[in-house]
T-cell receptor, first 113, second 113 residues
């Protein structure tokens, strides 16, 4: 049982480049989330989704986009990467909207130079 | 706006000690509170989930308590082991429809053999 899988684990981008962080879960969870974690800080919510075709902004959505075409996949796109987007990104899923246990992927470490 | 604070930021104890990690939050209108463990370079693993109507939850050597009126939760770890070394984060889910978790910045625990 893979749970939540994120790719890539590491990536270096140049300023202005774009990329997509992939997230897949095999638990048939309706709710999925993208967080970022900066050093010594808690996690901040970027975007979340309550089901296929439905997404909504979290606390820090600027500079990011998401889509949810299937229950399993929730990719996060960075457009015009900036140094401020250097962070560790975590994808998570749950059975309810923050009402139950959250399952996290192992993270994607992104550096923008 | 909900704020979650975890003090201390780092804690070092000898193996076998019982210890308490603290989490405080500013808004007592919460739906639930979760404790997570994060190992270096890894995602978060949910340890305990306490609903707002509960006072405590136990899992093995871990016991989490919740006092909504004072805005506090504690995570008690009995007979600590080197394998307990990790960062422990708490997160609260607010009441109401938004239900976006607010995370603390974590306590980095080191258990010395």
């Amino acid at each position: 049982n893979a749970g939540v899988t994120q790719t890539p684990k590491f990536r270096i981008l140049k300023i202005g480049q774009s990329m997509t962080l992939q997230c897949t879960q095999d638990m048939n969870h309706n709710y999925m989330y993208w967080y970022r974690q900066d050093p010594g800080m808690g996690l901040k919510l970027i975007y979340y989704s309550v089901g296929a075709g439905i997404t909504d902004k979290g606390e820090v959505p600027n500079g990011y986009n998401v889509s949810r075409s299937t229950t399993e996949d929730f990719p996060l796109r960075l457009e015009l990467a900036a140094p401020s987007q250097t962070s560790v990104y975590f994808c998570a899923s749950s059975t309810g909207l923050n009402t139950g246990e959250l399952f996290f992927g192992e993270g994607s470490r992104l550096t923008v130079l | 706006k909900q704020e979650v604070t975890q003090i201390p930021a780092a804690l070092s104890v000898p193996e076998g000690e019982n210890l308490v990690l603290n989490c405080s939050f500013t808004d007592s209108a919460i739906y639930n509170l979760q404790w997570f463990r994060q190992d270096p370079g890894k995602g978060l693993t949910s340890l305990l989930l306490i609903q707002s109507s509960q006072r405590e939850q136990t899992s093995g050597r871990l016991n989490a308590s919740l006092d909504k009126s004072s805005g506090r939760s504690t995570l008690y770890i009995a007979a600590s082991q080197p394998g307990d070394s990790a960062t422990y984060l708490c997160a609260v889910t607010p009441s109401g429809s938004a239900r976006q978790l607010t995370f603390g910045s974590g306590t980095q625990l080191t258990v010395l053999p």
